[in-house]
């Protein structure tokens, strides 16, 4: 099963992309913050990773980037989920090595649709 | 009785009273936690309905929306707060059966009549919550809550206005609220002082989109310059291209430099072509030197070849600013651009020195940062190499001569 990890510091959306992505058929792992995001990573089995740009610690463009650094977690495809939408924001998301990137408040339906085709993408 | 007498029942009676605070304090505290915990242990069975509604698909969310409009009082006051909490993070189908369900329980009405309640708290937080729902039909309230007395409250009353008049709103009156948001939130920069925060107001805008277009073109014409300036600013960023004949007339003519830099901001986003000829004409020196350099970084955004020999001719003028940007936007020009400053940089004391020291850093800085695209370099290396050939020869003359 694909496994999607969930990084987010607000468990309002944390639980809403896991209810959405598990409804779709994917296998979700929730982190709380970009540490744990990292953690969770590296320790291997995940095939996406769905991450709020703004977290306590570690931001999602660092662990972006960190994942992005190390070979194990070069390759792994990485959603931003952010409440910033300008396009600088954008540009710095995508320049952090993001494949896609939402803007919140999201729309469930085409999160998952985007993270289909991210996946499709990459299994390209 | 003695005074000793009088301070030790004084004294004891203070420790009695402060006991009697703390036991309070403390029972207070206990019934909260309990009362708490109540409702959590009564909204956690429910938790799973609240995510099938603001997930908002198909028939299960329709069910798990009637079922939560079902509840008793107490089962809905437990799980009310974290409807309150989903709302305003989700659009879409999920932010529609949201706001009809708190339609249903009457708390979008409640909102509604706390629009206009004694209490500025209770005004704001209305406010606050018809914003997050994006509530189409609340948008000539919240418009009309711009003139409350309450500065906080005419803050959340405009980032309110942006999510109900955004074209995802929901309600009855979603084909009219963008263009009526709009224009409240513009009304809202008139006068001597504007009424909410101008770059709220700007943000909020930005989320209506393209629908303000009708009312930001109306506003470029706004007797107020706060209002033309944030109204530029806004089609800019929204690439709002049929505003580019208004903005080049204010580039040009309006009597406020604020204004004409934004409005020379807003053409270099939308990036017209056309737009290059009265950008071309802000950077004479009579202009003012903040428009000066905000026509001349524009040209480098609209990237149009015709902007070339502008921008070599002020890579040396006596403004600093203005000569940096000429450099920037050059490069920013692409390959005929980068071959230009290639080409200045390597002409030694046949160019204005200022010149060739400015193109030199601007190439050697973008090449050192690895910003310069592919042709740029390309571009670079071709001149290097026609200026080395051209040395070899000369030198070849010499030792023949």
């Not at chain 2, 505290?29 to 242990?41: I, L």
């Not at chain 2, 709009?182 to 805008?205: E, Y």
């Not at chain 2, 524009?298 to 450099?327: I, K, N």
């Amino acid at each position: 099963m694909t496994t999607v990890l969930v990084a987010d510091d607000d468990l309002d959306i944390r639980e809403l992309v896991a209810f959405k992505l598990a409804q779709a058929g994917y296998e979700v792992r929730s982190a709380p913050d970009g540490v744990a995001a990292l953690d969770a990573a590296r320790a291997g089995g995940v095939d996406l990773v769905v991450l709020d740009l703004m977290m306590p610690g570690l931001s999602g463009l660092d662990v972006c980037a960190e994942l992005r650094r190390e070979p194990a977690t070069a390759e792994l495809p990485v959603i931003m989920l952010t409440a910033r939408a300008q396009d600088q924001d954008v540009a710095t998301g995508f320049a952090a090595g993001a494949d896609d990137y939402v803007v919140k408040p999201f729309s469930p339906r085409e999160l998952v649709s985007r993270v289909q085709a991210v996946l499709g993408r990459a299994r390209a | 009785m003695s005074p000793l007498a009088l301070v030790t029942a004084g004294l004891v009676l203070v420790s009695v009273l402060v006991l009697a605070l703390a036991v309070a304090i403390a029972v207070v505290r206990a019934v909260r936690v309990r009362r708490a915990a109540r409702a959590r242990a009564v909204a956690e069975p429910l938790r799973p309905l609240l995510l099938e509604v603001a997930v908002g698909e198909g028939p299960e969310a329709e069910d798990a929306a009637a079922a939560l409009a079902a509840l008793d009082a107490p089962g809905w006051r437990s799980v009310e707060p974290a409807v309150l909490a989903v709302l305003g993070k989700v659009r879409g189908d999920g932010q529609r059966l949201l706001v009809e369900l708190l339609a249903a329980r009457g708390v979008v009405a409640g909102a509604r009549r706390d629009l206009t309640a004694r209490s500025a708290v209770r005004r704001a937080t209305a406010a606050e919550l018809l914003g997050a729902a994006g509530y189409a039909p609340a948008v000539a309230e919240l418009g009309a809550l711009l003139r409350d007395g309450d500065p906080e409250v005419r803050l959340v009353a405009a980032r309110a206005l942006g999510r109900a008049g955004a074209p995802g709103a929901v309600g009855s009156d979603v084909e009219e609220a963008p263009r009526a948001a709009a224009t409240a939130l513009l009304a809202s920069l008139a006068g001597d002082r504007p009424a909410a925060p101008p770059d709220v107001v700007a943000r909020s805008l930005l989320l209506v989109g393209t629908p303000a277009a009708p009312a930001l073109l109306d506003a470029l014409a706004a007797p107020e310059p706060l209002v033309r300036l944030t109204a530029a600013e806004v089609l800019g960023r929204l690439g709002t291209t049929t505003a580019a004949a208004a903005l080049e007339d204010l580039v040009l003519r309006d009597p406020v430099d604020a204004v004409r830099v934004r409005s020379a901001a807003a053409l270099g986003r939308l990036g017209v072509p056309s737009a290059t000829s009265a950008l071309r004409a802000a950077t004479t020196p009579a202009t003012a030197s903040a428009v000066r350099r905000a026509a001349v970084r524009s040209l480098g955004e609209v990237g149009d070849p015709s902007s070339l020999r502008c921008l070599w001719g002020l890579l040396d003028d006596a403004d600093g600013g203005v000569a940096d940007a000429a450099a920037a936007a050059l490069l920013a020009l692409g390959a005929p651009g980068v071959r230009l400053l290639a080409q200045v940089s390597s002409q030694g004391a046949s160019a204005p020195a200022a010149a060739v020291a400015r193109a030199h850093e601007v190439v050697t800085c973008a090449v050192a940062a690895e910003v310069m695209p592919p042709a740029g370099l390309a571009e670079v290396e071709a001149v290097l190499a026609d200026v080395l050939a051209r040395a070899t020869r000369g030198s070849v003359a010499e030792v023949a001569a």
